[in-house]
């Protein structure tokens, strides 16, 4: 088994620190995960950006498939979360082997992500709010699991905040320092005022929503324990393009509403929260070097805080 080049996985951690020995690593430990799990592999997708993944049939004759990460903080939590949604809204989660980082999961066919479906944005919506109410429905661990494994969405928050104020004083760029204060204020206080948690998927974009038969199932969660309301805004502003439109705060308007009768969440929660993670976005994309993404960002921002009002 190769690691092609082209893979977004070695681009994404060739140069990491222990990046180049994982990778060069690699081909033994899914070797080695090929054999103990009696799997039959076909070839490794490529999309992935910290993992490696690919289709296989295990020897029960169950199309699953392979995926060990790259070992980070953010898919420590991915085993236990799957394991605890049991299913219900999520891949199902077939083996485990944290040492390795390794999951065998259940297959989606045909696998179409939301992203890519051919529905009307409102319905591809709908679909998006149903997922994620069917996860949050599920009680949270109790009692929680380690911080290692799930953080606080207020802990990580307020951390955010903490870097969206630092990042904001070094940097050259003319970002509005009054959306700066209120992106920052939002993570901080958003968490203390949620009328309860829930486990999140915490990265619930629509290239994340796989068709599963006649279901939808999520993928890749990035989970936390904290308010449901955090939670949709990679649907709302991903799904379509809502910002191209000819006058984009009418269409993010009338969304907003809608996702918000559709899950109970409150639409001012829901905005508050994309605010909040549009600015830390932006100003993750400055630190980063991306000053055109950081700027469109910030556009991006100002017209959710317009309706946030």
């Not at 949709?232 to 918000?260: E, H, N, S």
Request: net charge negative; hydrophobic share 45%.
């Amino acid at each position: 088994m190769i690691v092609p080049s082209a893979a977004g996985v070695v681009a994404t951690v060739q140069d990491q620190p222990g990046g180049a020995a994982w990778l060069a690593d690699l081909p033994r430990l899914v070797a080695e995960l090929q054999r103990d799990w009696e799997l039959a592999l076909g070839p490794a997708w490529l999309d992935g950006t910290v993992s490696w993944t690919a289709p296989a049939v295990d020897h029960a004759g169950r199309r699953v498939v392979l995926k060990v990460s790259w070992p980070h903080d953010e898919a420590a939590g991915e085993a236990m979360a799957l394991a605890h949604w049991g299913g219900l809204g999520a891949v199902s989660l077939l083996r485990h082997d944290p040492g390795r980082w390794a999951l065998l999961l259940e297959r989606c066919d045909p696998g179409t992500a939301l992203r890519d479906d051919p529905a009307a944005d409102d319905t591809r919506l709908a679909v998006g709010a149903a997922v994620l109410r069917r996860l949050w429905d599920t009680r949270p661990p109790d009692p929680p699991p380690p911080i290692d494994l799930v953080p606080s969405l207020a802990d990580t928050a307020e951390r955010w905040a903490a870097l969206v104020e630092e990042r904001a004083d070094r940097t050259a760029a003319p970002h509005d320092p009054g959306l700066v204060t209120l992106g920052a204020g939002l993570l901080r206080d958003l968490p203390k005022t949620a009328e309860r948690d829930v486990l999140l998927h915490g990265d619930a974009n629509p290239a994340n929503l796989l068709r599963s038969g006649t279901r939808w199932l999520a993928i890749d969660p990035k989970p936390m324990l904290g308010d449901p309301a955090y939670d949709p805004w990679p649907l709302l502003v991903q799904v379509g393009a809502p910002f191209q439109a000819a006058d984009p705060a009418a269409v993010l308007r009338a969304r907003y509403a809608t996702f918000g009768e559709l899950t109970g969440l409150p639409v001012v929660r829901l905005l508050g929260w994309s605010v909040a993670r549009t600015v830390e976005m932006a100003l993750w994309e400055d630190h980063h070097g991306l000053s055109s993404a950081a700027a469109a960002s910030m556009s991006r921002a100002r017209v959710l805080a317009d309706l946030l009002g």
